[in-house]
């Protein structure tokens, strides 16, 4: 058997441990049902909003597909179409990218002090909660709006990749949404992980490099909050388990190994 079987397999269970975290934010829908639908509260007002941002960009998809695609326009068919469906797909996936990760935040922030309440429970359910420093409503508005930003331009960087990577015929599409899949997995968690990791006063670049260490687990984590973002109105019950269930990934990386 070649060495890497071995290393697949064990990327595979890492990955699928990272799921595992979700599972478990999931649960305390059964344990805390009153405090995971306060979290549901403030996601479901942000997703009614987004509805209206989704609605235009379907409506509009189209003629953004032309007017991305005009050196095809004296093509034939099929390639004609083909290029831009593939075009179409990759704005749909940068579209998506931008909505789940901005949901996330904008999520977090109109929701902070009940998705607060859940990380805390979670964190004295397992034992020995962190002491979280008081830094003030201010500086802790103001360093919230600089981590979302230096979050935000890796993501438009990304975008611009997957909108060239979709302009590939055939295989365009697919890779487009693949890698658009990954790069918004890793930044949820990134996003995701900022109340655990905050209130033990690692700074953003801290919190970057340790989860990165652990890249298959919090990848298997983002990947499937992500796809499970893209189910209509699923966002409203996911978002307060995976707050819940990044605090336990959280904690996880956190635990020397």
């Given amino acids: 058997m070649p060495p890497s079987a071995p290393l697949s397999r064990g990327l595979l269970r ?6 595992g975290f ?3 934010g999931f649960g305390l829908w059964l344990t805390s049902p009153r405090l995971m639908l306060l979290g549901a509260l403030p996601a479901l007002i942000v997703a009614l909003v987004y509805i209206a941002g989704i609605a235009a960009l379907a409506v509009n998809l189209g003629g953004i597909s032309e007017w991305m695609t005009p050196f095809a326009d004296g093509w034939g068919e099929p390639w004609k179409t083909g290029t831009r469906v593939a075009a179409g797909v990759a704005v749909v996936t940068v579209g998506i990218l931008v909505l789940v990760y901005t949901y996330a935040a904008v999520t977090l922030l109109v929701g902070d002090p009940f998705y607060e309440r859940i990380w805390r429970s979670v964190e004295t359910s397992l034992g020995s909660p962190p002491i979280a420093p008081d830094v003030g409503l201010f500086r802790s508005l103001v360093r919230a709006v600089v981590d979302g930003a230096r979050l935000l331009l890796p993501a438009v960087l990304v975008g611009l990749l997957l909108v060239l990577s979709g302009l590939i015929p055939v295989v365009g599409g ?3 949404f693949t890698l658009g899949a990954a790069f918004g997995g890793w930044v949820l968690v990134r996003e995701l992980t900022g ?5 033990r ?7 970057r490099q340790m989860l990165a260490r652990r890249r298959a687990t919090c990848l298997g984590f983002g990947v499937v909050t992500y796809l ?13 388990a995976a707050v819940a269930g990044a605090t336990m990934l959280s904690r996880d990386v ?3 190994r």
């Fill in 228 to 240: 499970l973002f893209l189910v209509p109105f699923a966002a409203v019950f996911v978002m307060p």
């Fill in 254 to 256: 956190l635990t020397p």
């Fill in 22 to 24: 979700l599972r478990r």
């Fill in 195 to 199: 109340f655990a990791f905050d209130a």
């Fill in 14 to 19: 890492e990955f699928g441990a990272g799921a």
């Fill in 201 to 207: 006063g690692f700074s953003l670049r801290e919190r």
């Fill in 174 to 176: 697919a890779l487009a």
